[in-house]
Structures are given as structure tokens and as C-alpha cells.
């Protein structure tokens, strides 16, 4: 009986853990529902237009899956990255120099049957091998990850206004764009009424597949090795830098295609800053989904709401748009106290003496040191 009970505790308590994701987004919408009241507007009605700006026609769902399918790309990237130990922050030049080598693609003259899987190949092998360079340098040379990939975003922005000011520019030369990518190289629309575009489907499939290799596969055993003991994975045989760079290759090779999907399926065509703070909000996006897949999706699906229907919301009630940015966060710092808390139980008993603030302090001190790359 007791072991029956004892069974019980741990399939609920995994239940409990696996859907952290949603008690974390609750609470902050919770908190949330508190911080517009203080603003003198309904929580209601803001969010009743931050759901009808977000889903109210087909055009605004369109939109917020839009904008869902760049977070599921760069986010599963991330988290990828992160489950081998490599806290890879470069999406942002990721996705740039992914979106250069598809629009390269898309504005050759290529025959339609192959125009597209090249684009999405040179997109994918843009964006990985822009994020190898960071993981040989770590692998190599022991330069931080952190350091170069923030710099080697810079970089790719640069870069990209070079080209779409210069050799890329469309001609007559009005604005810092490339011409417009053949339609053999487009994505497909999949939502009449929208811009909603078939690359939803790859990134959902592509979720799909980074979960499988994390989990079935001897690379994914790998990866997950080296992410939680690289001394122990190279004792027992694993090639820890050439695990380092493979995840980051592959990490950026995802959001890479985050660029790819925008400009192929939404704009077709580059422009100079076409796609600003989506590598930056991936990060917030795998940490809130636990860097796994399917915990990705839906992180990357409450962003895209809040992003799309955050205007509607302003409009409806005037609750600033900045209380979106404020709810992620907070969402993002509710699953990592759960986990800290999962991992160190004994942090929730007080001591001796200590007040409610000293007790939150404490916890708090403890995220930031857990999470410190």
C-alpha cells in the first residue's frame, strides 16, 4: 500500500513538473490581472481585446502564428543549445545570416522543384554554421560563448545592412531591401485570409523531430551528457567539443530558419532590421518551455499572443503595451524559481529567525547563481 502510494506521489509530481510551463504562465497572468486593476482598466475587458486583437479574425491568428513559428524555430534552436551545457544567445545574428543565405537562394533562377528545399537548406546551413564558429571558439579556444555570440550579433546585423544597402539592393535603389525572392522559393499560404504560411508546419515538425533526437537517440544521449557533465561525458568516451559545436551548429541552424520562414513566407524579400528582438525573446522562450520542444511550442504560442493582441489590448482599455514584456518576464522568473525550488525543497523552510523577506531574498539569490552560465 505504502509503495502504491509512494508511486502515486512521483506520476503526480511529474504530471505537476511537466506542466510548469502553464502554472507559470497562470501566475503571471494572474499577477498581471493585479497590475491592471492598479492601472484603473478591467483585467476583463484587457484581456478579452488582448485575445480578440490575438485570434479575432483570420488575419490577426494568422499573425500571432506568424509570429509563434519565428519562436518555435529560434527557440527549440535555443533550447537545444542549452541542453548541452552552451548558453547560446546569438539567435538574433543567427536569424539574420539564416536569412541572408535563403534570400541569396530565393533570388536565383532555379527550377521550381528544388528552389525551395535549397532556400531552406542555405537558411538552415547559414544560420549553423554562423553559430559553429562560437561553439569551435568554445570548444578550442575556451572563449565564452556568451561574449562571442553577443558580439557575432552585431556582427550579423551589420552584415545584412551591408548587403541590402549594396550588392543586394534592389534596384533603382529607393530603400534598403533586396528584390523580391522568386515564387518558386515562397512559402505556401496555408490560412486564406492571412499570411500564415507553411513554415508553421516545419517548425512544428521540426519541434517534433529535436524532441525525438533528444530523447531516442544516442546523439540526443550525447548532447544531454555533456549538457550536465562534460568531465563525466569525456571520461566515458563522449567527444565533448565536438558535441559543443555540433548542438550549436544545429541550434543555429534552427533559428536560422526563423529568418528564412519571415522572409520566404511573410516579406519575401530582406530588409535592413526585418525581423528586431526575436533572437533575444527565443532565449525567454526556452527557459519559460524548460529547453523542451513541446514545452517550446507553447511558450513560443503565449509570446505570439501577447505580442499580436498586446496593440488591441492598448487600444480597447490603454493598458500600455510595456505590461506585456512585463507579464513574460514574469513568467519566465516563475519556472525558474519552480525549478530551483524542485531541485533544492529544503530552500522553502525557513530559519531560525528569518522574515518573509529575508526568506525570498534568499530563494531569489539562489536563481540567479543556478542560472549564471
Same mark, same amino acid.
Not at 482598466?41 to 485575445?51: T, V
Not at 508553421?200 to 540526443?220: K, Q
Not at 566515458?236 to 529568418?259: D, H, K, P, Q, T
Given at each position: ?26 501566475? %503571471?497572468? $494572474? ?21 480578440? &486583437? ?17 519562436? #518555435?524555430?529560434? &527557440?527549440?534552436?535555443?533550447? +537545444?543549445? +542549452?541542453?548541452?551545457? #552552451? ?9 539574420? /545570416?539564416?536569412?541572408? +543565405?535563403?534570400? #541569396? ?8 522543384? /528544388?528552389?525551395?528545399?535549397?532556400? *531552406?537548406?542555405?537558411? +538552415? ?11 569551435? $571558439? ?11 555570440? =553577443? ?38 499560404? =496555408? ?6 504560411? %507553411? ?10 523531430? =529535436? ?35 555540433? %548542438?550549436?551548429? /544545429?541550434?543555429?541552424?534552427? %533559428? ?26 527565443? =532565449? ?11 514545452? #517550446?511550442?507553447?511558450?513560443? $504560442?503565449?509570446?505570439?499572443? !501577447? ?22 518576464? !514574469?513568467?519566465?522568473?516563475?519556472? *525558474? ?15 531560525? @529567525? ?6 525570498? @531574498? ?12
Amino acid at each position: 500500500m505504502n509503495r502504491l502510494r509512494a508511486l502515486t506521489r512521483i506520476k503526480l509530481g511529474g504530471v505537476v513538473l511537466g506542466l510548469a510551463p502553464v502554472w507559470a504562465i497562470l501566475a %503571471a497572468l $494572474l499577477l498581471g490581472t493585479a497590475l491592471i486593476a492598479v492601472t484603473g482598466a478591467s483585467p476583463i475587458e484587457a484581456y478579452r481585446y488582448l485575445l480578440r &486583437g490575438a485570434f479575432g479574425n483570420a488575419n490577426s491568428l494568422g499573425d500571432t502564428l506568424i509570429k509563434t513559428t519565428t519562436l #518555435v524555430f529560434a &527557440g527549440v534552436g535555443m533550447a +537545444f543549445a +542549452f541542453r548541452c551545457g #552552451v548558453f547560446n544567445i546569438g539567435g538574433e545574428g543567427q536569424i539574420y /545570416i539564416g536569412a541572408l +543565405f535563403a534570400t #541569396v537562394i530565393g533570388l536565383l533562377r532555379l527550377p521550381p522543384v /528544388i528552389h525551395l528545399p535549397l532556400a *531552406l537548406l542555405a537558411g +538552415f546551413v547559414g544560420g549553423g554554421l554562423w553559430a559553429a564558429i562560437a561553439g569551435w $571558439l568554445k570548444a578550442r579556444r575556451g572563449l565564452n560563448e556568451i561574449i562571442v555570440t =553577443i558580439f557575432m550579433n552585431y556582427i550579423a546585423v551589420i552584415l545584412v545592412s551591408y548587403f541590402v544597402t549594396g550588392p543586394l539592393k534592389e534596384p533603382p535603389g529607393y530603400y534598403p531591401q533586396t528584390a523580391e525572392v522568386a515564387v518558386a522559393s515562397q512559402l505556401p499560404v =496555408i490560412l486564406p485570409g492571412s499570411r500564415l504560411h %507553411a513554415g508553421l508546419l516545419l517548425a512544428l515538425v521540426s519541434a517534433v523531430v =529535436i524532441w525525438v533526437v533528444l530523447r531516442r537517440t544516442s546523439l540526443g544521449f550525447q548532447v544531454r551528457a555533456v549538457g550536465a557533465n562534460p568531465t563525466a561525458a569525456r571520461h566515458a568516451g563522449i567527444n565533448v567539443e565536438g558535441n559543443i559545436v555540433l %548542438a550549436m551548429f /544545429i541550434s543555429g541552424g534552427l %533559428a536560422g530558419w526563423a529568418g528564412t520562414a519571415e522572409v520566404l513566407g511573410v516579406q519575401h524579400r530582406l530588409r535592413d532590421f526585418f525581423l528586431v528582438g526575436f533572437g533575444y525573446d527565443a =532565449i525567454a522562450v526556452a527557459l519559460l518551455g524548460q529547453s523542451d520542444p513541446f514545452g #517550446v511550442i507553447l511558450a513560443a $504560442l503565449f509570446f505570439g499572443t !501577447l505580442r499580436t493582441g498586446s496593440g488591441a489590448m492598448q487600444r480597447g482599455v490603454g493598458v500600455p503595451t510595456a505590461l506585456v514584456f512585463l507579464i513574460q518576464g !514574469l513568467a519566465v522568473i516563475f519556472v *525558474l524559481i519552480g525549478t530551483v525550488l524542485r531541485a533544492r525543497p529544503q530552500l522553502l523552510k525557513s530559519k531560525k @529567525g528569518e522574515s518573509v523577506r529575508d526568506l525570498v @531574498g534568499r530563494i531569489g539569490r539562489t536563481v540567479l547563481k543556478r542560472r549564471a552560465p
